[in-house]
């Protein structure tokens, strides 16, 4: 029987939700789930999973020159790393499929490890070959994609796909049955010792209007998925064998249900119970932090989990002009209480719960002076005793639809842009390094760090989890596997270390 559709996850990264291997996201799943459900009867298969990486594979596999995934020497080719059949089976799957379904969508620009997210010109190009109906679906859909910061949203010309569409659920009772069918996917999916399932608890954002950069209320009206339907969906993967997840896919995981502290305990206990060997989260809204909610996650997730924290800007003018979430004052006071919960140190070697920092750049009303302002805040932190897991700094993407594509585009990131490389550079050198001191001390041990890729012959291992730590070991040390290692020194964002 001929397979009538594939889905290709060209993997998604936006401000809520990551879909970029390791992590598993939720587009993949919900296509495939939907896909099963309404053509229950029809035929007997659910649809063939591929990535973009084995589009790639395939056209490398055509050249005269032979490609290896990972070479005796150099670089591993994460571009294909993740590919999931030999060239052969995905050209047969392709011939074979009557609609591919497209999951694209870049709308928080980042740098990845070990895999890279697809653009539409390559999508298109390396899908031209066969006949397919060709629907695009996900975040590019609705506003657009761009794999680097400061650059315009791209977005589908007219007649690259056969059609767009928008995969949209108007309530989580009717999302219900295509996440828990389209788990599935999870079996398709390539390298599983290291994949971090994305779970979605909510979406949307509470605030009205939102932040001037953020697509999240563009995108869907804010809902909130009922605990046991969360709890389910993780019991159904760990039945697949996963067993590692983060509760993300929204605006503000303490905004839970309103941050009604019963029904945070209600969901983290019910997903903790389940016995999950990672817990994590992902974004959280300083306005809704407080001691008694920080507990409780530091009570049922495990250790060395993030709350990323949008503050985006230090700069008072900047932060009123953009209608962000977290003035100067709150950033700090939340930085403490998370730091007063969840700063100790776990059984694998990580701080039990530690604040994220995100900086925008290229936001309305910046200025020279707002770099300055944000370097300075960053060193009070540092000079405070505090500790920080990660600062994120992007540069801005305006997407249609924000107030900031209407408004201003780019014009401040073209103004400014020219500062932009020092200032980070200082940051890394003089607020990451002494940080990375400050959170893992020499001698520390991190304990099931998992090899990703090679660089000749150094090997960058990370642990499963929300912004783990890239760790250096230089030795070639078989990939995929799990270590234990020591820190020995420390890099601009990472850690150097040997085996224990």
């Known amino acids: 029987m001929s397979r ?95 609609q591919v379904t497209i999951i694209a969508g870049v709308q928080t620009p980042g740098k990845y490890l070990s895999a890279r997210p697809g653009t539409l010109n390559e999508i298109v190009k390396l899908l031209s070959g066969f006949k397919g109906t060709k629907i695009l679906t996900g975040p590019a859909v609705t506003c657009g994609t761009q794999m680097r910061g400061g650059s315009r949203a791209k977005m589908p010309d007219e007649g690259q796909f056969d059609e767009l569409r928008s995969l949209s659920f108007d309530t989580y009772d009717q999302l219900q049955p295509y996440a828990i069918k389209g788990s599935a996917i999870y079996k398709q999916f390539p390298r599983k010792q290291n994949c971090i399932v994305e779970i979605e608890t909510g979406r949307g954002c509470p605030r009205s209007p939102g932040c001037s950069f953020c697509t999240e209320p563009i995108k869907n009206t804010l809902q909130w998925r009922k605990a046991q339907d969360i709890i389910d969906e993780v019991k159904t993967f760990m039945a697949l064998g996963a067993n590692a997840f983060r509760l993300g896919k929204q605006s503000c995981i303490f905004s839970y249900n309103g941050g009604n502290l019963n029904s945070i305990r209600q969901l983290l206990s019910g997903a903790a119970n389940l016995g999950p060997r990672v817990l994590h989260i992902d974004n959280v809204n300083p306005a809704m932090v407080s001691e008694e909610c920080t507990k409780l996650f530091v009570e049922y997730c495990t250790p060395g989990s993030t709350a990323a924290m949008g503050v985006e800007s230090f700069d008072p003018v900047v932060t009123k002009e953009n209608n962000l979430n977290c003035p100067y004052d709150m950033a700090f006071e939340v930085i403490r209480i998370i730091n007063k919960v969840g700063g100790f140190r776990g059984e694998n070697g990580c701080h039990a719960l530690l604040p994220g920092i995100n900086i925008l750049l290229g936001l309305k009303g910046e200025t020279p002076e707002t770099l300055d302002r944000n370097f300075a805040a960053l060193k009070r932190i540092l000079d405070e005793g505090l500790l920080i897991r990660r600062i994120n700094i992007r540069q801005v993407v305006p997407f249609p639809g924000t107030d900031l594509y209407k408004e201003i585009g780019r014009r401040f990131l073209r103004t400014n842009r020219r500062y932009y490389p020092a200032w980070i550079e200082k940051v890394r050198r003089e607020i990451d390094v002494p940080m990375l001191r400050r959170l893992f001390p020499p001698g520390t041990i991190l304990h099931r760090v998992c090899s990703e890729v090679h660089n000749g012959n150094v090997t960058f291992l990370r642990q499963v989890g929300s912004y783990p730590i890239v760790v250096r070991v230089l030795r070639r040390l078989p990939l995929g596997e799990f270590f234990d290692v020591r820190v020995t020194g420390y890099m601009l964002r990472s850690l150097a270390a040997e085996l224990v």
């Open 4 to 98: 009538t559709e594939t889905i290709i996850d060209c993997y998604t990264d936006e401000p809520a939700g990551l879909g970029v291997p390791p992590f598993l996201g939720v587009w993949p799943r919900y296509a495939a789930g939907r896909s099963t459900l309404l053509t229950a009867g029809q035929h007997d298969e659910q649809p063939t999973y591929l990535t973009i990486d084995d589009l790639r594979w395939l056209l490398y596999q055509s050249k005269p020159r032979p490609v290896v995934i990972d070479p005796l020497t150099g670089r591993t080719r994460i571009e294909v790393l993740n590919c999931t059949r030999s060239a052969e089976e995905v050209r047969q799957i392709l011939g074979d499929t009557d």
